[in-house]
């Protein structure tokens, strides 16, 4: 069987009235969502949703009838791993400067790992550009964003690939240390000091609305 698909064991017997056990490799099943045990008649059956790989094994039923007589039947599960895909694609994102963004894709199988890229090298995580799974869940998280973070993503599980964009664009330049009024003595110096976000900014200076042009 494959991953993915139920599967259904089936054991007849000649007598009506029988109780039956089922066992995964010598230990006993409980009915749960996963395994649903059914009976019609003189048919038993076992189904096992969602067959995953962790499901191979050894199924035996155990039947023992009004008198206490018993028998048994066993077979063989095995299930062939479906070939890793993304389900959900990559989507492009903007955001400005210093924002923290997030690339999110999942795929058809739990707890794998996918291989992220940028421009087509594969990425170094670290404490800014982090890598997260959570079951079938895949997310790539970019801190504190930079221009030299701009690009197209790609996600790659096997065969499968998705890719995104990545588009920033610039921060507003803002004033983190601001101007202070000044009082001097005639003829002595006065300095004016502000700080700004970025260290390239273009700063124009006015003194009553009027723009003041550097001279001697």
Known sequence: MKEGQEIVLNCEVNSEGAKAKWLKNDETIFETSKFIMVQRDTVFSLRIKAAEKSDEGTYTITLTNQRGEQAKCS???GVLEEELRITE????CETEEKKTISFTCKVNR???T???LKAGQEITF???VVYRVDKNKHTLIIKDCTMDD?????AVAGVSKSSA????SEAPTDFTAQLRDQTVTEFEDAEFTCKVSKERATVKWYKNGREIREGP
Do not use: C, M
């Open 165 to 168: 964009e990545l588009i920033i």
């Open 110 to 112: 739990p707890n794998v």
């Open 114 to 116: 996918v291989q992220w």
């Open 75 to 77: 077979a063989n599960v």
């Open 150 to 154: 701009e690009g197209e993503y790609t």
């Open 89 to 92: 694609p990559l989507e492009d």
């Open 126 to 128: 670290s404490k800014r």
